[in-house]
């Protein structure tokens, strides 16, 4: 009876085998959640306490993103060659900031009273506005928050940074380190700006001046204003839903696509658009590029929900040993090996050469002489010219020392020191 089969993935019977398949994400996810909540029992078992992290008073809804699931792709080259600091939005299916009791920051361009009245217009959610308990401009904060100390206040009061996209790329010198170091909190880009004008369907620039002839957002922002208070909502709240990723050089990418407390189903649903939004936008060559695809909790192993059959991009390009053996060889051919001892062994002897004086400079120019006339060495008899060096070596140092006889040895000076004796 043959053995069942172990493969984590298989190829599909028709179209491209580089597709997730929908059953084993499925599976991975149900596998998954069961594996944390037996984990949580266990722990809960074990200490015999409840967590202090849970308030009595705290909702159902913000527990329900204590544990986040993490989707990690792994690519077969670097998915970018230099470091961004602008987080890219993936849309999934379900939200992943819904809880009413996060606050949220916004980070405008200037004015930043337009985007504070935006907050009032009966237009925009109620229930948005009062979760956005902050919003401050970009000069305000190169005023206000330049400091590390402020910086820190800033960064614990707030859960989530917004940040308007035309002014986003200027936050990495604006907020350093404390924003920037890990990718927890870092300002997550909004389209707030009206949209630019068209003329023939295409977009055209502004000029950067108000109807009063004053340039708006300090000419940083190409003279858009604000959009309208139900527009600029509909792209908060859209950023919110969005699963957000940070791009680094490196072949490990990972995005926060779910939380424990969700249904297997949720998940995976959310896993799949994101993998796909990943993979398909920005991995190099796409799927061929994908070495693996995996979901994890923050303290459980990573499950493989799809693996790829081959380990780099392209096979052509692999070369196996004996190839490269035979390249090594003949990159090596006409160039001289020297070990290291017979360096030590060339650098004595220099040293010997300062040291003489007079008749006997000739005598040590003929040594170096001997010495260049040895022929090159190889792995045979190595270990024999080695001895050989070192013994002509110390030979010559005697016949040096015989020859120099105790008129060239260091004399102790005619001058010597008094000492007087001190008498009270």
């Not at 002839?213 to 139900?230: C, L, N, Q, V, Y």
């Not at 407390?261 to 796909?276: C, F, H, P, R, T």
């Amino acid at each position: 009876m043959p053995a069942a089969s172990t493969a984590l993935t298989t190829k599909v019977e028709s179209g491209s085998p580089y597709q997730l398949d929908s059953a084993q994400t499925l599976k991975a996810s149900k596998a998954l959640l069961a594996h944390i909540k037996s984990s949580e029992k266990t722990n809960t078992t074990v200490s015999g306490k409840q967590s202090l992290l849970k308030d009595e008073d705290s909702s159902d809804e913000a527990d329900d993103e204590s544990t986040p699931i993490w989707l990690t792709v792994t690519t077969k080259t670097h998915i970018i060659t230099q470091k961004k600091f602008k987080p890219l939005r993936l849309s999934v299916p379900h939200a992943l900031n819904t809880s009413s009791n996060t606050t949220i920051c916004l980070i405008t361009a200037d004015p930043q009273r337009t985007y504070k009245d935006l907050l009032e217009d009966p237009n925009f959610p109620p229930a948005l506005a009062a979760r956005i308990t902050k919003v401050v401009g970009v000069a305000k904060l190169k005023k206000k928050y330049n400091q590390y100390e402020a910086q820190r206040k800033l960064y614990a009061e707030h859960d989530i940074f917004l940040a308007d996209d035309r002014i986003i790329t200027q936050l990495t010198k604006l907020l350093g380190k404390t924003f920037y170091k890990t990718t927890t909190k870092r300002p997550i880009p909004v389209d707030i700006a009206e949209p630019a004008p068209k003329e023939n369907g295409k977009r055209v620039k502004s000029s950067g001046l108000t109807g009063d002839g004053e340039r708006k957002g300090e000419g940083k922002t190409g003279g858009r204003g604000a959009g309208s208070a139900k527009a600029v909502a509909a792209e908060i709240e859209k950023a919110l839903s969005s699963a957000v990723v940070s791009l680094t050089p490196s072949t490990q990418t990972a995005v926060r696509v779910g939380y424990a407390s969700w249904g297997a189903e949720k998940l995976a649903a959310n896993v799949e658009a994101a993998a796909l939004g990943l993979i398909e936008n920005h991995v190099p060559k796409n799927w061929r590029g994908v070495r693996s695809i995996l979901v994890k909790g923050p303290e459980t192993a990573a499950l493989p929900i799809w693996l790829a059959d081959e380990l780099w991009v392209d096979e052509k390009a692999v070369l196996g040993e004996e190839e490269a053996s035979k390249i090594t060889a003949q990159a090596n051919i006409g160039k001289k090996r020297k070990s290291g001892v017979l360096e030590d062994v060339d650098a004595a002897i220099e040293a010997g050469e300062t040291k003489a004086e007079g008749g006997k400079k000739s005598k040590k120019q003929k040594v170096a002489k001997d010495t260049k006339a040895l022929k090159e060495s190889n792995d045979d008899n190595l270990d024999k010219e080695i001895k050989m060096r070192k013994e002509k070596l110390k030979r010559q140092k005697e016949e040096a020392a015989s020859e120099a006889g105790a008129d060239d040895m260091p004399k102790p000076s005619k001058r010597a020191k008094k000492t007087t004796a001190y008498t009270a």
